[in-house]
């Protein structure tokens, strides 16, 4: 089934504590995303990679890395991660950039 | 400034009616323009992307429409169902620094009532 997957789907970390959230997609798309989305923000792009090796910035790529080492996969990191950083996080990726993105599940991060 | 604007923010509508719901946008040129409808706590699923040559597509029973020259969209729903309820974001792929940085709107909820 082609699909879009993120893990975890829930994590309850502290303030500091580094932490990685999984992406990997098997439909040999080029292009990934990552998204968070706020109640009354709506839906705001943090990072982009158009392919392997090759990342942007979105729109709110502050206190977040990304990698992008092989097509499938594009882990999402918090290196110290905030409370501002309590968010509903959503990756997705396209075969290119400018077809339709076909989105994961979710994850929901709390930071206290 | 958002560059996506959707209106209303959110409306009420009774099962087996029609709705229309607005997209006025600055971005300039762009590549495409795409609506999303998002239930709650999940992720967003494509309805419609449509270039800036198409004025109209079809989803079943949702149909978007591109004014080009005005900037905006619509999202019609025809026939209301219960199962419509759900956030409908307009995107648009905005080629500032490259084609791939989207700039999505803030999205109308819609509650489909019996």
């Known amino acids: 089934e082609a699909q879009v997957t993120q893990n975890p789907r829930y994590l309850i970390t502290v303030t500091g504590k580094k932490l990685t959230v999984t992406c990997s997609q098997n439909m040999n798309h080029e292009y990934m995303s990552w998204y968070r989305q706020d109640p009354g923000l709506g839906l705001r792009q943090i990072y982009y990679s158009m392919n392997v090796e090759v990342t942007d910035k979105g729109d709110v790529p502050e206190g977040y890395k990304v990698s992008r080492k092989e097509k499938r996969n594009f882990p999402l990191i918090l290196e110290s991660p905030s409370p501002n950083q309590t968010s509903l996080y959503f990756c997705?990726?396209?075969?290119?950039?400018?077809?339709?993105?076909?989105f994961g599940p979710g994850t929901r991060l709390t930071v206290t | 400034k958002n560059q996506v604007e959707q209106s209303p923010q959110s409306l009420i509508i009774l099962e087996g009616k029609n709705c229309t719901l607005q997209?006025?946008?600055?971005?300039?040129?762009?590549?495409?323009l795409r609506w999303y409808k998002q239930d709650t706590g999940r992720g967003p699923v494509s309805l419609t992307i449509m270039t800036f040559s198409e004025n109209t597509k079809s989803n079943g029973r949702y149909t978007a429409t591109l004014d080009a020259d005005t900037k905006q969209s619509s999202l019609h729903i025809t026939a209301s169902q219960l199962s419509d309820s759900a956030s409908y974001i307009c995107v648009v792929s905005a080629p500032t620094d490259s084609w791939g940085k989207l700039q999505f709107g803030a999205g109308t909820q819609v509650v489909v009532t019996p």
């Open positions: 997209c006025n946008y600055t971005v300039s040129p762009f590549s495409n």
């Open positions: 997705a990726s396209s075969l290119q950039g400018h077809n339709e993105q076909y």
